[in-house]
Structures are given as C-alpha cells and as structure tokens.
C-alpha cells in the first residue's frame, strides 16, 4: 500500500541591487536580484518548503536558518538536494511539483524549460512531472509595483507504507 501526502510551499524575496537573480536555480538577465542569506532562489525555497511540508518536517528555516552562516550565498539547488535527501531518509519520494512565480518584472516564462531541467535533475524526476506557471499581481501591491517576486508551490510525495 502507498501512502500519499501534499505540501504547500510559499516564499517572498523582495529585489536588490548587486545581486544575481536566481530561479529554479537558473540566472535570469535582471537589473536586480533577490535579497536573502542564501541566493534567494524564491522558487527553490517553495519548493524546498512544500516538500518538507508534506513530509511532516517542518520549514526551510527550521533546517538552514538565516543566522548560520554555512548557509550564506550557498545555492538553493544544494539546499533542495538536502531537502530531497530529508525526506527521503524517512521513505518519502517526490511524485510531482506544480509552482506559480508571481512577478510583475522580469518576464519568467521564456527561463522554465532551464529552470524544470535544473529542478528535475536535482529532484531526480522527469521535467514533466514539474508544472512551472508565472503571473503578475495586475499592479497591485507590493509585486505589482516591482519590489519582489513570490512563489507558491505544490508538491506530493509518496511513501510504501509498512
């Protein structure tokens, strides 16, 4: 019998300057980049969260918290392949991911065939089993006047059970 379970995952970074811009582990040409201890990859850290969530194991921040500094500028890849080797210690495997990025700028859609091919080598799943979507805010708020991007995920995992 397989047990199955769903997480969600969100993550908010708001733009700096003087920084690359990381998503699903793929630069993007931006004027800006996200402000965090690691490289600020919003998309990983959804993901990352939605995974941990599923697996009953908590957040990102319980694992690599912002105060230890073996986790400043470190990749969220790296981070994502700790996540993945969490969850699977305790039985559970990805099945698929689906995420919806929501940034008025840059534009995203044109990066996903790179950003699913990073994602899904780390996650050891088909890029098909990875749903990447993007949206603005219309305008409004925060994201719509351009001062961060945020991501929202959705993993399920499974597990045989005993």
Not at 29 to 48: E, F, K, W, Y
Request: hydrophobic share 40%; net charge negative.
């Amino acid at each position: 019998m397989t047990e199955s379970r769903v997480g969600l995952g969100i993550d908010f970074h708001r733009f700096a300057e003087g920084r690359a811009l990381v998503i699903g582990g793929v630069t993007i040409p931006h004027a800006r980049g996200l402000l965090g201890h690691s490289d600020a990859d919003v998309l990983t850290h959804a993901i990352c969260d939605a995974l941990l969530g599923a697996a009953g194991l908590g957040d990102i921040g319980t694992h690599f918290p912002d105060t230890d500094e073996r986790y400043r500028g470190i990749s969220s890849l790296t981070l994502l392949k700790e996540v993945l080797s969490l969850i699977t210690s305790r039985g559970w495997y990805p099945i698929n991911i689906d995420a919806t990025l929501i940034a008025q700028e840059p534009k995203l859609t044109p990066h996903f065939k790179a950003m699913k091919d990073a994602l899904s080598e780390v996650l050891d799943l088909q890029p098909g089993s990875i749903g990447l979507k993007a949206t603005t805010s219309e305008g409004m708020g925060a994201i719509g006047r351009a001062e961060g991007i945020s991501a929202f995920c959705v993993a399920l995992v499974q597990r045989d059970s005993q």
